[in-house]
């Protein structure tokens, strides 16, 4: 894999990671560590898409990474609502730790991802 090249981010992801096995007992029996690096590359992959988005000045680029992993997630059998609770964790756990135009940036990208989602499931 490539290096994740945004070190900032790891301590977000971290406690994003935390979170969600917290949230959810039953993934640590079922996937166990392998499971958390999983959850970890994911979220890496999330906030590499959201960086671009911010980069390039395009929330497109992130809606359509969302609604790209979506229909990859929902044909291995998991629910819409997985991705959005990921994305609210990040929207939630950015405060205060990011630039305030990036901060904002990234929050308007995941709320139309979230948006999007919920549109293109139903």
Not at 1 to 28: C, G, K, N, S, V
Not at 38 to 55: I, M, P, V
Request: proline letters at 4%.
């Amino acid at each position: 894999m490539i290096p994740f090249p945004y070190p900032e981010y790891h301590p977000i992801i971290d406690a994003i990671t935390e979170e969600i096995y917290q949230a959810y007992p039953d993934l640590e029996e079922k996937y166990g560590e392998a499971g958390r690096r999983k959850c970890r590359e994911d979220n890496q992959h999330h906030f590499h898409s959201l960086e671009t988005a911010y980069q390039m000045k395009q929330e497109k680029i992130f809606v359509d990474y969302a609604l790209w992993l979506n229909g990859i997630l929902v044909k291995h059998g998991m629910d819409k609502q997985h991705l959005i609770d990921n994305f609210e964790r990040i929207e939630r756990l950015i405060n205060e730790k990011l630039d305030d135009q990036k901060e904002e940036a990234f929050k308007t990208y995941l709320q139309a991802a979230i948006q999007a989602v919920n549109e293109n499931s139903e």
